[in-house]
């Protein structure tokens, strides 16, 4: 065999193509990476068109408010940083360090709402409590500073004389935010499934029946699942990123493979939460997560609910119990906007 220092690259078809400038095993290495960004973009664009029609309702069915525009903040923001990230794998780029940066800082806004999509569910359910709701506003300001770390922590160079890019090395420090935002995903579930269970749990089942969920009402029982769904897919794909960080022998190019997918992942999941609670038809839902949500609150609250098909109800919640009664449309018209008149509800529906 020749020595390979006296190969002449003129002999190759194509001898400016990126991969003719890395060792065979960085080539394949880079090229599965490519093939999980590429497919983590699919996967991220056919979730965002099969729910144009829910993201259609959101905007034109509901008073556009803080939680919905962070939500469609998350959505867009986590698609750019999968595309800037596909780009960055397999297009040619005039300055790969500035891109990579570019491709970094678009990871930031991504993660941190949508971290806040759940801090706005956890102090819906928690409203009042204000202990709670500085515990989980620190917990999220954490997540919102580690997570410029990763901008800090990656750095792009281009493949020998093409335009084409790869990362010259990854700093450990950029897996903070990782950790940060596993131990947010952990609080968040604990608060909401204890949140949930508590409230609509019998007084005579006992801790273990009441962790079972065996007994939660079928409303419930979706807000817990949505939340260990998101839960798992979290937990998962962010060890999968520390495993790969801080592992010895783990080649560089890998060490970054699951980022992009732990973005777009965690990103469907917290919206596919945000959606289901928000679009879930009010009447599926029984009334005695609501009655418990009030029951500390010592006073008579009211709560409107209004459907097509049923038409439109007031629960009165006091100490003595829950009360309802029946309105019609004509009422409501002429009596004003129920969001004014009842805006707890309609915070805690809209929040969660």
């Known amino acids: 065999m020749a020595d390979s220092s006296e190969f002449d690259p003129s002999q190759l078809p194509n001898p400016f193509t990126p991969m003719a400038f890395l060792p065979p095993e960085l080539a394949y290495q880079k090229a599965v990476t490519t093939y999980v960004y590429v497919g983590m973009l699919g996967i991220l664009v056919w979730d965002i068109l099969i729910h144009l029609g829910a993201d259609y ?3 034109t069915r509901y008073r556009p408010n803080i939680p919905t525009l962070i939500y469609f903040i998350s959505r867009w923001s986590s ?3 999968s595309v800037s990230s596909v780009i960055f794998e397999t297009a040619p780029v005039e300055d790969c360090r500035v891109f990579s940066k570019v491709t970094c800082a678009v990871y930031h806004p991504a993660v941190s709402a949508t971290a ?3 801090f706005f569910r956890v102090r819906a359910l928690y409203d009042g409590n204000k202990y709670i709701t500085a515990v989980f506003l ?3 300001l954490a997540v919102l500073g580690t997570s410029l770390t990763v901008v800090a922590s990656l750095t792009g160079v281009h493949i020998g004389n093409t335009k084409y890019c790869t990362f010259a090395g990854f700093r450990p420090y950029g897996s903070s935010s990782n950790i940060v935002i596993a131990v947010f995903d952990t609080c968040v579930f604990v608060a909401i499934s204890w949140r949930i269970m508590t409230s609509d749990s019998p007084t005579d089942g006992g801790g273990g029946f009441r962790l079972s969920g065996k007994h939660l009402s079928q409303f419930s029982k979706a807000l817990l699942q949505d939340g260990q769904n998101y839960y798992l897919v979290a937990m998962v794909c962010n060890l999968l990123v520390l495993i790969m960080t801080y592992i010895h022998g783990v080649p560089t190019v890998y060490r970054t493979i699951f980022l992009v997918p732990a973005v777009g992942l965690t990103n469907i999941m917290a919206c596919r939460v945000f959606r289901n609670t928000k679009l879930r038809h009010p009447d599926e839902a029984d ?3 609501l009655s418990t949500m ?4 010592g006073q008579t609250t009211s709560v409107f609910i209004h ?3 049923t038409g439109s ?3 009165s919640i006091d100490r003595e119990g829950l009360h309802t009664t029946s309105i019609s449309n004509t009422d409501i018209t002429s009596s004003g906007s129920s969001d004014e008149k009842l805006p707890h509800l309609s915070r805690t529906m809209s929040a969660v």
Request: aromatic content about 20%; overall charge positive; hydrophobic content about 55%.
């Open 287 to 289: 009334t005695s997560i």
């Open 57 to 59: 309702k959101l905007l």
């Open 116 to 118: 806040l999509l759940f």
């Open 294 to 297: 009030f029951r500390h609150s």
């Open 313 to 315: 109800t007031v629960l």
């Open 79 to 81: 698609l750019l940083y």
């Open 307 to 309: 459907t097509e098909r």
């Open 138 to 140: 620190f917990m999220w």
